[in-house]
């Protein structure tokens, strides 16, 4: 399993494709080479889906929930997928289709419900491997999504047979309990017991706790990531999880792909059902663009959004153990899911292109007057733009601005790093650094992940820009990629950092003397 999944996932990143369509094509390959899901297997991807939620959790503003765009949109959507997708199977029954012959309006109800869910797991690795989860709509997908999390869950203990322990009413001790997890954080340090540290308040304070009284462990990781978001550690915390999730994440893409195996009635109904997805998507840009967002916004978010859900699967499974779903439609789901992240994959790494062409057409769509975070970044009067404000990028900034005398705009999408910089009445905004509509000074890209700086050089040169552009890099083999699209200057990050060093130091020496 593991050498076909780096060996189908390397194939994938050679052709310039998200690897986890690789590990996608090397569960198909198991299947039908008859390999099974394995108890060890399921625990591997069940471990990946917790620490991801958890992850999330630690990067959520609870704030972000409660905006109209998010909530709104999660429920006007699932309400509105729900009729359409029921009606949908509806008409195809009428037709006279095998597989619906027998649903009658509880299951295709059901039906409607699980297929209404788009994928968290799916949008999240997009997102950070384009360096925006922290982007407006990077946040309001990723809270529509934990908005269906919630929904989910709700459904999943209304459907159990059974209600949560009486000890659930015990977890709100953890609101004052977070503020010893947040104290202890600070003690840990940044080595292995963060790890250690990290995996135990994901999985035994998190997952453990809340399954033990009753309550779905999956949402008690993403809580407990919640209550600790606002502490200025948990980038490291993070960071340190990441490679573990990584890992852990291959399992669950291998578990799609070893699902079971359909016959060709089932293989029919999934490919149905991934042509009634375009409509899903386009019911998510519907009702996300009455909340007065940009069509940039509402593109990029309805496109990290379109595909089925592994929460979808789960509800299926469930309605399929009451006895109100057939056992088949949990393989025709988990087809139709498999494929949505095959199709949404390219569709999501081409999402500017995709931009760019329906810019036009879906212009009268916009309103006249823009939500306030959401309108386009303007960059006039001013001689430099730093794209990331974390310590390197606010370190470029104040250089530019005290030594060179420039007018300087910092630009970040996280609302945490600009807060500094707003109370020193530093001219700063948020922004979303890869945003296509923008663009026109000197550019100093210093975002912490490689693919951000990419993706903003990309939309740079496309436009003509005519000005001086430096970049970051974190490793060395990154430095030809961003010169071959243009950088005129790179700079590896622990190179410049040690003969900063050594300059200062000598020149501390040096006024000693």
């Given at each position: 399993?593991?050498?076909?999944?780096?060996?189908?996932?390397?194939?994938?990143?050679?052709?310039?494709?998200?690897?986890?369509?690789?590990?996608?094509?090397?569960?198909?390959?198991?299947?039908?080479?008859?390999?099974?899901?394995?108890?060890?297997?399921?625990?591997?991807?069940?471990?990946?889906?917790?620490?991801?939620?958890?992850?999330?959790?630690?990067?959520?503003?609870?704030?972000?929930?409660?905006?109209?765009?998010?909530?709104?949109?999660?429920?006007?959507?699932?309400?509105?997928?729900?009729?359409?997708?029921?009606?949908?199977?509806?008409?195809?029954?009428?037709?006279?289709?095998?597989?619906?012959?027998?649903?009658?309006?509880?299951?295709?109800?059901?039906?409607?419900?699980?297929?209404?869910?788009?994928?968290?797991?799916?949008?999240?690795?997009?997102?950070?491997?384009?360096?925006?989860?922290?982007?407006?709509?990077?946040?309001?997908?990723?809270?529509?999504?934990?908005?269906?999390?919630?929904?989910?869950?709700?459904?999943?203990?209304?459907?159990?047979?059974?209600?949560?322990?009486?000890?659930?009413?015990?977890?709100?001790?953890?609101?004052?309990?977070?503020?010893?997890?947040?104290?202890?954080?600070?003690?840990?340090?940044?080595?292995?017991?963060?790890?250690?540290?990290?995996?135990?308040?994901?999985?035994?304070?998190?997952?453990?706790?809340?399954?033990?009284?009753?309550?779905?462990?999956?949402?008690?990781?993403?809580?407990?990531?919640?209550?600790?978001a606002s502490h200025a550690s948990t980038v490291g915390l993070a960071k340190s999880l990441f490679h573990?999730?990584?890992?852990?994440?291959?399992?669950?893409?291998?578990?799609?792909?070893?699902?079971?195996?359909?016959?060709?009635?089932?293989?029919?109904?999934?490919?149905?059902?991934?042509?009634?997805?375009?409509?899903?998507?386009?019911?998510?840009?519907?009702?996300?663009?009455?909340?007065?967002?940009?069509?940039?916004?509402?593109?990029?978010?309805?496109?990290?959004?379109?595909?089925?859900?592994?929460?979808?699967?789960?509800?299926?499974?469930?309605?399929?153990?009451?006895?109100?779903?057939?056992?088949?439609?949990?393989?025709?789901?988990?087809l139709a899911l498999a494929g949505s992240f095959v199709l949404a994959a390219p569709l999501n790494a081409?999402?500017?292109?995709?931009?760019?062409?329906?810019?036009?057409?879906?212009?009268?769509?916009?309103?006249?007057?823009?939500?306030a975070d959401d309108r386009p970044m303007a960059i006039e009067q001013v001689d430099a733009v730093v794209?990331?404000?974390?310590?390197?990028?606010?370190?470029?900034?104040?250089?530019?601005?005290?030594?060179?005398?420039?007018?300087?705009?910092?630009?970040?999408?996280?609302?945490?790093?600009?807060?500094?910089?707003?109370?020193?009445?530093?001219?700063?905004?948020?922004?979303?650094?890869?945003?296509?509509?923008?663009?026109?000074?000197?550019?100093?890209?210093?975002?912490?992940?490689?693919?951000?700086?990419?993706?903003?050089?990309?939309?740079?040169?496309?436009?003509?820009?005519?000005?001086?552009?430096?970049?970051?890099?974190?490793?060395?083999?990154?430095?030809?990629?961003?010169?071959?699209?243009?950088?005129?200057?790179?700079?590896?990050?622990?190179?410049?950092?040690?003969?900063?060093?050594?300059?200062?130091?000598?020149?501390?020496?040096?006024?000693?003397?």
């Amino acid at each position: 399993m593991i050498a076909l999944a780096f060996a189908a996932g390397m194939a994938a990143h050679l052709l310039r494709l998200p690897p986890l369509l690789g590990f996608l094509a090397a569960g198909f390959a198991l299947n039908a080479l008859g390999f099974e899901r394995t108890p060890t297997l399921d625990a591997i991807a069940n471990l990946g889906v917790t620490l991801l939620l958890f992850t999330i959790g630690l990067k959520l503003d609870i704030r972000t929930l409660m905006r109209g765009e998010v909530w709104g949109s999660a429920t006007l959507h699932i309400v509105g997928s729900t009729l359409f997708m029921a009606g949908a199977l509806f008409i195809l029954k009428t037709l006279g289709l095998a597989m619906t012959a027998n649903l009658g309006w509880t299951a295709l109800v059901l039906l409607g419900f699980a297929l209404s869910f788009s994928s968290t797991v799916f949008a999240v690795k997009v997102l950070e491997e384009r360096s925006e989860m922290g982007s407006l709509y990077g946040r309001i997908a990723v809270g529509i999504l934990v908005m269906q999390d919630v929904f989910a869950v709700l459904f999943m203990s209304a459907t159990s047979g059974s209600l949560p322990s009486i000890w659930a009413l015990s977890l709100v001790l953890l609101w004052p309990a977070a503020k010893l997890m947040k104290a202890l954080l600070d003690k840990v340090g940044h080595g292995d017991l963060q790890v250690l540290y990290a995996a135990f308040l994901a999985l035994v304070v998190g997952y453990g706790l809340f399954e033990a009284v009753g309550v779905k462990g999956d949402l008690g990781a993403l809580v407990v990531g919640m209550m600790l978001a606002s502490h200025a550690s948990t980038v490291g915390l993070a960071k340190s999880l990441f490679h573990l999730k990584e890992l852990f994440l291959v399992g669950f893409f291998l578990s799609v792909g070893l699902g079971a195996l359909p016959d060709l009635a089932m293989v029919v109904m999934a490919l149905l059902l991934l042509l009634l997805l375009p409509i899903k998507s386009a019911l998510y840009y519907l009702v996300l663009m009455r909340f007065k967002l940009r069509t940039r916004t509402g593109v990029l978010s309805t496109l990290a959004l379109t595909n089925y859900s592994e929460f979808g699967l789960i509800v299926a499974a469930i309605a399929s153990t009451a006895g109100w779903l057939s056992p088949e439609w949990l393989v025709v789901i988990s087809l139709a899911l498999a494929g949505s992240f095959v199709l949404a994959a390219p569709l999501n790494a081409a999402g500017e292109r995709v931009y760019a062409r329906l810019k036009q057409p879906l212009a009268g769509l916009e309103a006249s007057t823009l939500m306030a975070d959401d309108r386009p970044m303007a960059i006039e009067q001013v001689d430099a733009v730093v794209l990331g404000l974390g310590q390197i990028g606010s370190g470029a900034y104040l250089r530019l601005i005290d030594s060179h005398g420039l007018r300087v705009l910092g630009v970040d999408n996280n609302v945490k790093k600009l807060a500094a910089h707003r109370a020193a009445n530093r001219n700063v905004m948020e922004g979303d650094a890869v945003d296509s509509d923008f663009w026109d000074k000197l550019v100093l890209l210093a975002m912490p992940g490689h693919a951000g700086n990419v993706y903003a050089l990309q939309q740079l040169r496309k436009r003509a820009f005519a000005g001086h552009i430096a970049a970051i890099v974190s490793y060395p083999d990154e430095v030809a990629t961003l010169r071959e699209l243009g950088a005129d200057e790179v700079f590896h990050i622990y190179d410049e950092a040690g003969t900063a060093f050594a300059d200062d130091a000598l020149a501390g020496a040096n006024r000693q003397v």
